[in-house]
């Protein structure tokens, strides 16, 4: 695939994934046209040379590789990634009926930028779990598509020192009001009609997992359509660059690519960073504990998330020294207190594979003044005890709504990428 159709690509993407759960599912159909073979934790694998193969859990996390020789024990190249970003999820019982405005009650998913949220249109889509007239529990994605809700901002008439001291309440500032309504309608009869409008004859909705997303498009912006702006880039846009070159690696050697759920809220989960699922994966591929252990050491996982690209308004938030720019190539991501995994070892290394591709390399270092974000870097690091590298792609408005990058950091971390697996 050359630059500008995975790029395309990566627009077709970001918009058919609102939530981990489509993220996932949008993966597993471009393996499925690789000719990827999709495998279920509860049989027995028969794996052979050269096989191509993934596995999901929860829906919301992918493992995609190609076992090369399959002869163990021969070092894996791994890229990690995660599916899931900052929203708003609609609660349990989230039915509101205030001043004649129906309104779901919804909770904060992750670390949320909250203001971009106000005077979107909004949709809602996630997995809704419910019961046929055979009494069968099922599952199913849903997504309304269309704008069904809004947050509008309170007039600056009504609140003089909104431009100055405005702080959000997320209990009673951010849910979205949905329609006018004199009685309070049922969200479950409406997941209901959604799920028989698309062919699921669903008898009774039991519970439902969904979260509120801005429906407004990715598209190329700028004046010369340098940059790229869309919803979830952090960090989809990770996921699609390694499932890029994961799908052009010609399958020599041991190669994965890991999209885990539950980044943004700390990855302690059965299908998180900080769980068994990639443990599993490896050891069963590979033939047990042991044999994982003496392939570990000389393998190297990409742990791919995007970096803070200086603002030129805020650049003060910024270390003087580590200045990451948009179009300057991935970022190397360093901290001294190990909140990324990089070591001097593994950032020489992936130093040289850019050299290699031919493409640009930063670092960012986070002021020292101020606090550092994390990755499924070191958790994955802990986990497995294998040489980790923290990098990512540049980006303006981590966590907001709607975040920008720049289209040359795409294509030249996909480059480094497939160096990688080469």
Same mark, same amino acid.
């Given at each position: 695939?050359n630059?500008?159709?995975? +790029? ?16 996932t ?5 471009r ?14 694998w ?12 929860? =829906? ?5 590789f190609?076992t ?5 024990? %021969? ?10 970003s900052? #929203? ?17 009650? +919804? ?17 809602l889509?996630?997995?809704?779990s419910?019961? =046929? ?20 901002s309170?007039?600056?008439?009504l ?12 209990? %009673? ?12 309608p ?11 409008a ?16 801005? /429906?407004?498009?990715? @598209? ?12 979830r880039l952090?960090?989809?846009?990770? #996921? ?45 591929? /590979? ?10 050491? =000389? ?30 190539g ?5 901290? @001294? ?21 031919? +493409? ?11 606090g ?13 005890g294998l040489?980790?590298? =923290? ?32």
């Amino acid at each position: 695939m050359n630059s500008q159709a995975a +790029v395309q690509d990566l627009l077709t993407y970001l918009e058919s994934s609102p939530t981990p759960f489509h993220a996932t599912l949008e993966l597993t159909k471009r393996l499925d046209a690789a000719g990827f073979r999709p495998l279920n934790e509860r049989d027995e694998w028969a794996l052979k040379p050269g096989d191509a193969c993934y596995i999901t859990r929860n =829906d919301s996390s992918i493992i995609a590789f190609k076992t090369g020789n399959n002869s163990w024990p %021969t070092p894996w190249k791994l890229v990690g990634a995660h599916t899931d970003s900052p #929203c708003l999820k609609v609660k349990p019982e989230p039915e509101l009926l205030k001043n004649g405005y129906f309104q779901l009650g +919804v909770e904060v998913y992750g670390g949320a930028l909250l203001n971009p949220w106000f005077d979107r249109d909004l949709s809602l889509a996630g997995r809704v779990s419910w019961q =046929d007239n055979q009494g069968q529990l099922q599952h199913s994605l849903v997504d309304f598509k269309k704008p069904v809700a809004m947050i509008p901002s309170l007039a600056i008439h009504l609140d003089r020192e909104a431009n100055k001291n405005r702080t959000i309440n997320p209990q %009673t500032d951010i849910p979205p009001i949905l329609m006018t309504a004199s009685d309070k309608p049922d969200f479950r009869s409406m997941l209901k009609d959604l799920l028989l409008a698309q062919g699921d004859q669903a008898e009774k909705v039991l519970d439902f997992e969904i979260c509120a997303y801005d /429906v407004q498009p990715p @598209a190329l912006v700028g004046f010369n359509q340098e940059f790229l702006a869309s919803a979830r880039l952090d960090n989809l846009l990770s #996921c699609h660059a390694g499932l890029t070159a994961l799908l052009e690696s010609d399958g020599s050697q041991p190669v994965m690519l890991v999209c885990n759920d539950h980044e943004e809220i700390g990855s302690q989960s059965a299908c998180g960073a900080q769980g068994p699922f990639l443990r599993s994966v490896l050891e069963r591929i /590979v033939g047990g504990r042991e044999m994982l252990e003496r392939c570990l050491p =000389d393998s190297l996982l990409i742990s791919a998330d995007n970096a803070h690209a200086v603002h030129p308004n805020f650049a003060s938030k910024h270390d003087g020294n580590h200045l990451p720019t948009m179009g300057g190539g991935p970022v190397i991501k360093i901290n @001294a207190n190990h909140r990324y995994a990089t070591t001097s070892i593994t950032s020489a290394q992936f130093r040289q594979l850019c050299e290699k591709a031919q +493409v640009p390399v930063q670092t960012f270092v986070a002021r020292t003044d101020m606090g550092c974000g994390s990755t499924i870097g070191p958790l994955t690091e802990g986990e497995l005890g294998l040489p980790v590298l =923290d990098v990512g792609m540049p980006q303006f408005a981590m966590h907001s709504v709607r975040e920008t990058c720049a289209v040359e950091d795409v294509v030249s971390m996909v480059k480094a990428l497939k160096v990688f697996f080469a």
